[in-house]
C-alpha cells in the first residue's frame, strides 16, 4: 500500500526548534518529488516546501523562508522538516505530500498529518 | 505570488444537487490546477488534476473545467460521502491554495 506516515509533530515554546519526519512506502521514493503541506486549526491550507527527487531543487514559502529546512535521505525512503525560531503562527497540523507523476504536478498521495502547536 | 479565490464560501445543497465551486487565479495557470476534498480531521484527497483529468477511482459525478484564470468544479449529483470542504491549488508557479468551499447539509 502506497503510504506517507508523518511523525515528530508536539509541544514547543516560542523561539524553539522542531524535526519533523515522513516515512514512505509503497513505492519508490527516490523517483518522486515531495512536499510539506500545513493547516492552521479552522484554516485553509498553505503550502511549506518542495523538494525534488534527488534533493537538488528545494523551495520554501516566504513565511517560512529561513527558519524551516527541507531534507530527505532516499535510502531511508525519508523526508524531514527541520523548523527553527518557531512562531505561534507556525501551529497547525503538517502533512507530506507527494507529487504524483501521472497526476502531472498535482499532489497525489498525503501523509495523515502531525500536529504542531507552539504555545509557551 | 499566484492568488487563489475561490467562490462561495460555503454551500448549503440537498443530496442529488448539481454543486459548481469556482476557482479564479490572479494570473493566468494554463491548465495547471487541481481541487482537492477534505473531510474533518483528514488529509486532503486529489480529485481532478490538469484542470479537467478525473484521478483514479474518483466517482464520474465529479468533473472539472476552464483554463487560464476561471475554473470549476460540478459535482452533477450531490452524494451524502460529497459533504466536506473543497480545495483548489494553483501548480503553474510554486503552489498555492484558494481558501476553501465547505458543501454543508441544507
Known amino acids: 500500500e502506497v503510504q506517507l506516515v508523518e511523525s515528530g509533530g508536539g509541544l514547543v515554546q516560542p523561539g524553539g526548534s522542531l524535526r519533523l519526519s515522513c516515512a514512505a512506502s509503497?513505492?519508490?521514493?527516490?523517483?518522486?518529488?515531495m512536499n510539506w503541506v500545513r493547516q492552521a486549526p479552522g484554516k485553509g491550507l498553505e503550502w511549506v516546501s518542495y523538494i525534488s527527487s534527488s534533493g537538488s531543487a528545494i523551495y520554501y514559502a516566504d513565511s517560512v523562508k529561513g527558519r524551516f529546512t527541507v531534507s530527505r535521505d532516499n535510502a531511508k525512503n525519508s523526508l524531514f522538516l527541520q523548523m527553527s525560531s518557531l512562531r505561534a503562527e507556525d501551529t497547525a497540523v503538517y502533512y507530506c505530500?507527494?507529487?504524483?507523476?501521472?497526476?502531472?504536478?498535482?499532489?497525489?498521495?498525503w501523509g495523515q498529518g502531525t500536529m504542531v502547536t507552539v504555545s509557551s | 505570488d499566484i492568488q487563489m479565490t475561490q467562490s462561495p464560501s460555503t454551500l448549503s445543497a440537498s443530496v442529488g444537487d448539481r454543486v459548481t465551486i469556482t476557482c479564479r487565479a490572479s494570473q493566468s495557470i494554463s491548465s495547471w490546477l487541481a481541487w482537492y476534498q477534505q473531510k474533518p480531521g483528514k488529509a486532503p484527497k486529489l480529485l481532478i488534476y490538469?484542470?479537467?483529468s478525473l484521478e483514479n477511482g474518483v466517482p464520474s459525478r465529479f468533473s472539472g473545467s476552464g483554463s487560464g484564470t476561471e475554473f470549476t468544479l460540478t459535482i452533477s449529483s450531490l452524494q451524502p460521502d460529497d459533504f466536506a470542504t473543497y480545495y483548489c491549488?494553483?501548480?503553474?508557479?510554486?503552489?498555492?491554495f484558494g481558501q476553501g468551499t465547505k458543501v454543508e447539509i441544507k
Open positions: 509503497g513505492f519508490t521514493f527516490s523517483s518522486y518529488e
Open positions: 491549488q494553483q501548480y503553474n508557479s510554486y503552489w498555492t
Open positions: 505530500a507527494r507529487v504524483g507523476s501521472s497526476a502531472d504536478g498535482a499532489f497525489d498521495i
Open positions: 490538469k484542470a479537467s
